[in-house]
């Protein structure tokens, strides 16, 4: 491929809820710029972009794909990004480092809990967007009637495009609105210009709107419409370029991959009106605490941000980066400003799916691959020296499910840690750690499908094999009573002896006051370094739990007297007498458990209101209300983290994939009698059972 300066590069994030066709768009754009010559399909597994084998088996894109190829003397990079819900990570990731934003809407669905998501990171962004109606070449479309969904909920989009006969195999007519032209292609994606025949009105009207969101987008050309009653051409393209750049307009167009039809018309949009690296603002990074402009020039050091790391097998680990400033050649002495090592950059790759050529230069603005690197992985920036500065990360969403880990065999615990460590260095999206207080290895993340996906390449890289089971609840125990405690410990079994009493009382704290030990002992009766050891005796039944095995909270210990001995007192000894004095006085203080509750929004379809607040309040979770988000609802609740165990595939079955959900640690608050004497008697049988 070509060396292309940074003004004929256009970076492009396929995105948009899965079944919205991104894999085929992406196979018919290689198929119309003649990189392949026969496009694949996802039933033959046969794709560019959807190439692992576990992507062919589910038949769903399961990461981020660069796909580079060349239009018109311009290079695209496209990347095709997950529609399930469980990899949105990596849709995140396409992104954060793409300048343009094409979103994907299926024709007969619409507009779908995953356009939401995205549309969010796009808004955050203040990137480029065009809405694509891709597939409309399949049976049951509803183009005008989605459309007037989608221009309802995203008040910006602009139907450029409508198609002619859509709903069929033979869909290959679509509507050019600002030409006012039949736009005819052909089974290679060529198309040929024809006049409109018929009735206008409706093309009059989508002309008007378009000039009318043309003039709202700018106060000057607003005042021109006003005065005028209509923009002239130049005013209009300029305003129309100057909309699209600065996301006030978003246009829609029409296509089908599958057929061909309007990709070509969509990557000379693209080049066209679509604003080139050096036309996006500059990037920000941080350099000793201050903030740093990344231009996106040649002439500044190398700058670059790997959004996606990739282990195959017989290559190695393969880093994807963006250029952001800078120009890059193999052989060059980065800095990763992420973690201070230093990296020689190999062999530079364009790549297209599995696909890879060799690159001799690379220009601000463009992305590629390289092989190898020691240190660097996903999110890591590597910089040139004289040019060191971390680029604002890819902000990964937080886990909506958890699960324990153990290996199916026991000789296999470190291989099981180390392996996934690895793993998260590749995707960041979930987590695994290992969790002293519940004694489990604790593995967060998007979904089960992730999960499967994960383990897959656990088993295929590392032979490990792992069992999911339910993660323990971090419950706490604490008092809502006061007592006195009056202990001593003696022990005399020939020779030194062990003898120490502590006097003390307990009464409960503020909730999230946490363990407070003070002492008002007079007349030196227990020493300091006793009343010390006593302390330490108490914080470790803290830990440890009394009633439940989980931590106590919230509890004030004062120790007011006591007695030692001579020759017989010694630390370990007013240590048990602390830790026993505080058991006996914790049970009398009428105890409790408290446990964790989780703030959790649900996004659902209306249809489907009624069943997931059903099952909310079967989960004990509290409804703190509801509101209207397009054409869904948010519902907002507190549920209890015990409840929400596989809450993200039960919820996905009950709306048929149309929900998602958003959740995150809120507070604790005292469960329900039933709740704490089922989990104290789940405690006492494991222990009898230790």
Same mark, same amino acid.
């Given at each position: ?15 948009? !809820? ?55 003397? !311009? ?115 060529? =198309? ?32 021109? =419409? ?10 209009? !393209? ?56 990344? &231009? ?100 990964? &969403?937080? &886990? ?291």
């Amino acid at each position: 491929m070509k060396v292309y300066p940074s003004e004929r590069i256009r970076n492009v994030a396929l995105v948009g !809820h899965e079944a919205t066709g991104k894999t085929i768009f992406a196979e018919a754009v290689l198929k119309c710029t003649g990189k392949i010559g026969r496009m694949g399909t996802i039933e033959e597994k046969s794709t560019v972009s959807d190439f692992s084998p576990v992507e062919q088996d589910i038949q769903k894109s399961l990461s981020c794909t660069l796909v580079q190829t060349e239009f018109k003397e !311009h290079k695209l990079n496209f990347l095709d990004t997950p529609g399930f819900a469980d990899f949105i990570g990596d849709a995140r990731a396409g992104l954060r480092v793409a300048d343009i934003a094409m979103v994907m809407i299926n024709p007969i669905n619409g507009p779908e809990v995953m356009t939401e998501a995205v549309m969010e990171i796009i808004n955050e962004r203040v990137i480029p967007c065009m809405f694509v109606f891709n597939m409309l070449d399949r049976e049951h479309t509803k183009f005008e009637e989605e459309l007037a969904i989608l221009r309802d909920q995203y008040r910006r989009s602009v139907p450029l495009q409508y198609p002619v006969d859509e709903g069929g195999s033979g869909f290959h007519k679509i509507v050019d609105v600002l030409d006012r032209k039949m736009l005819v292609f052909d089974a290679e994606g060529n =198309y040929t210009e024809e006049e409109i025949e018929g009735d206008h009105a409706h093309l009059d009207e989508l002309v008007e709107g378009m000039h009318e969101a043309v003039a709202e987008s700018d106060d000057a050309l607003m005042e021109k =419409y006003l005065e005028d009653g209509e923009l002239s051409e130049e005013d209009f !393209h300029r305003g129309l370029d100057a909309g699209i750049r600065n996301g006030k307009i978003r246009p829609v167009f029409c296509c089908s991959g599958k057929n061909l039809a309007g990709v070509s018309r969509i990557l000379e949009i693209l080049v066209e009106d679509y604003p080139a690296p050096t036309q996006m603002p500059a990037q920000h990074g941080e350099a000793d605490g201050k903030d740093v402009e990344i &231009p996106c020039d040649d002439s500044a050091p190398a700058r670059a941000l790997v959004f996606k790391t990739v282990n195959e097998q017989h290559v190695g680990e393969l880093s994807f980066f963006r250029l952001y400033s800078g120009k890059l050649a193999p052989g060059a002495d980065l800095i990763n400003a992420s973690q201070g090592d230093h990296e020689k950059i190999g062999t530079i790759f364009s790549t297209w799916g599995r696909h890879r050529d060799e690159i001799g230069e690379l220009h601000a603005g463009d992305m590629a691959c390289t092989v190898k690197l020691k240190h660097t992985h996903t999110n890591d920036s590597l910089c040139a020296k004289g040019g060191v500065a971390t680029i604002g990360r890819i902000n990964f &969403p937080d &886990p909506v499910i958890r699960t324990a880990i153990e290996p199916a065999s026991s000789d296999d615990d470190e291989k099981m840690i180390s392996g996934l460590t690895v793993i998260h260095h590749e995707d960041p999206s979930f987590s695994i750690h290992q969790d002293g207080e519940l004694h489990q290895v604790i593995m967060a993340g998007m979904g089960e499908q992730q999960f499967k996906v994960l383990l897959q390449k656990l088993h295929d890289r590392y032979g490990v094999d792992v069992v999911l089971t339910k993660p323990r609840v971090p419950y706490r125990e604490t008092i809502t009573g006061n007592t006195e405690v009056k202990y001593r410990h003696k022990k005399q079994t020939g020779g030194a002896g062990q003898f120490a009493e502590v006097w003390i009382r307990i009464k409960p704290q503020e909730r999230g006051a946490g363990f407070e030990f003070s002492s008002s002992v007079v007349g030196g009766n227990v020493s300091g370094p006793f009343i010390q050891a006593t302390e330490k005796g108490i914080s470790a039944v803290l830990k440890e739990g009394i009633i439940s095995g989980c931590q106590v909270v919230d509890v004030a210990v004062e120790i007011y007297d006591g007695k030692m001995h001579s020759v017989d007192s010694k630390d370990i000894a007013f240590q048990i007498a602390g830790r026993e004095a505080f058991k006996q006085g914790f049970k009398e203080c009428n105890p409790i458990l408290l446990e964790p509750i989780w703030k959790v929004e649900v996004k659902v379809p209306e249809d489907f209101m009624g069943d997931v607040m059903g099952d909310l309040n079967t989960r004990r979770g509290k409804i703190l209300g509801m509101e209207a988000s397009g054409k869904y609802q948010l519902i907002q609740a507190e549920v209890p983290l015990a409840e929400l165990y596989q809450y993200s595939t039960t919820l996905r079955s009950m709306t048929q994939g149309r929900a998602s959900h958003k959740r995150h640690f809120s507070h604790y608050e005292k469960c329900p009698a039933m709740v704490q004497q089922k989990v104290i008697e789940e405690y006492e049988a494991s222990r009898e059972h230790a």
